[in-house]
């Protein structure tokens, strides 16, 4: 999607809802993007999608169409200035091959906050703020979402995370590296490191009921 130089003045006023499931999430090197005051964390949800990554640098998603595989995440609100330097931190190139990421759109399911026991992170918010669409009892919100460039999907060196939870699978990771290999795993990326290569989960009332490769997110949402 490329935004046309007419419509500008009305982008800045926007609001966007982005799905972050990497090294954009709370405690990882790029979440300083989203500490801004008029950034919020609105909502934690999953998405239908694999998860991979190469060499444990950072992960990206593959969409997929099986109910079985879940991606977890938070939903963020932001201004237009950073939706912008969110697209050039994934390496996004509208209109062209050579995205390492492309932003797409995709349906979000809310889950529950084990902590507060809500759908929302932030007490202000209400799921009609959120224009949630109920399907059968669960609720969903279109989102964006960065997905792995063609050049990250058809890699030969990508690993699954089968538990579609990168906090976790980091952690995990990490705790099996020997410790003198440690500080040489980049934590995450930056554009001038890297060259630019080119849903719905259903709505849980409980984390008991989730899918197994989703079950972290009780452990995450808090």
């Not at 419509?7 to 982005?18: A, E, K, N, T």
């Not at 997929?64 to 969110?86: H, M, W």
């Not at 009609?128 to 997905?147: C, D, G, P, Q």
Request: glycine content about 6%; charged content about 20%.
């Amino acid at each position: 999607m490329k935004f046309s130089t007419n419509y500008q003045p009305h982008l800045q006023r926007s609001r966007f809802r982005v799905f972050v499931y990497g090294s954009l999430r709370k405690g990882f090197g790029n979440h300083a993007l989203l500490q801004q005051p008029s950034t919020k964390l609105i909502a934690f949800a999953t998405i239908r999608a694999k998860l991979f990554t190469e060499h444990w640098g950072w992960p990206f998603i593959c969409f997929s169409r099986s109910n079985k595989d879940c991606v977890v995440g938070e939903i963020y609100e932001v201004d237009y200035a950073t939706f912008q330097r969110l697209d050039s931190l994934e390496g996004y190139r509208p209109g062209t091959a050579w995205s390492l990421f492309n932003r797409k759109h995709a349906t979000a399911t809310l889950v529950r906050s084990s902590a507060s026991n809500s759908f929302v992170a932030q007490d202000h918010w209400e799921l009609h703020n959120l224009n949630a669409t109920v399907i059968r009892s669960h609720f969903k919100v279109k989102v964006w979402v960065y997905e792995g460039g063609s050049g990250l999907q058809h890699g030969s060196a990508k690993t699954e995370i089968n538990s579609g939870d990168w906090k976790i699978a980091k952690e995990e990771h990490t705790n099996n590296w020997p410790l003198h290999h440690r500080d040489a795993t980049p934590s995450y990326r930056t554009q001038t490191s890297q060259k630019k290569i080119d849903v719905d989960q259903p709505f849980v009332t409980s984390h008991t009921s989730l899918p197994s490769s989703c079950k972290s997110i009780a452990k995450t949402a808090e």
